[in-house]
């Protein structure tokens, strides 16, 4: 999704696409995103359950997230410029699983089993049995799904973070209105 790259392990993912491709037959396979490995994993990887989207406008990537029961979001390294992956907690708050890697831009927002799956990074055998894991149980597939969707709206709700950080500046309950003028 978004970041089809090294760092963000798209090569990791497809590796686990092609693995379960081989022991799960039910399932559907979607990569979104462009970037540097794209062109390289897409001609590796051929299968006709996997949907090659490229890039997406907002709408659809909202749209695709809400759509998938699984995602695979095996980081190599702490990548988010905004702390935490803004993905994950789209997964989430879309009632779905997050199966990613134990780094510090998913760790935080992922409990492992309650309301997603954390492996180590790097892993394809451990990302894929993750994933075969979660494919075969629906019931806790659908238990941790709740659990995202609920911690999501608890704990990462806009409107809550915005009134924490207006408290901390010391504006909580000013509305005030800033033009800058730039010649």
């Known amino acids: 999704m978004n970041h089809v790259n090294r760092v963000k392990g798209a090569d990791l993912a497809l590796a686990t696409m092609q693995r379960l491709d081989a022991a799960a037959r039910d399932v559907d396979f979607v990569v979104a995103g462009i970037g540097s490995m794209f062109t390289d994993l897409r001609g590796r990887y051929r299968s006709e359950r996997i949907d090659w989207r490229g890039f997406l406008e907002e709408h659809e990537r909202l749209a695709l997230i809400a759509s998938c029961d699984v995602m695979l979001l095996p980081f190599r390294t702490d990548v988010s410029v905004l702390g935490l992956s803004q993905t994950v907690l789209e997964v989430q708050a ?5 199966v990613g890697s134990d780094t ?4 935080p927002a992922v ?3 309650v309301d997603g799956v954390l492996v180590r990074p790097g892993s394809v055998s451990v990302l894929a ?4 894991h979660l494919i ?3 019931d806790q597939r659908a238990a941790i799904g709740r659990a995202a969707e609920a911690r999501a709206a608890r704990d990462w709700n806009i409107s ?7 408290s901390l500046l010391g504006i909580a309950g000013r509305q005030s209105t800033s033009i800058i003028e730039v010649d």
């Open 136 to 138: 075969g149980d629906s």
């Open 111 to 113: 409990r492992h089993g």
């Open 104 to 107: 510090p831009a998913i760790t």
């Open 160 to 166: 809550d973070r915005v009134a924490q950080l207006q």
């Open 129 to 132: 049995d993750a994933a075969l």
């Open 94 to 98: 879309a009632g779905n699983v997050v």
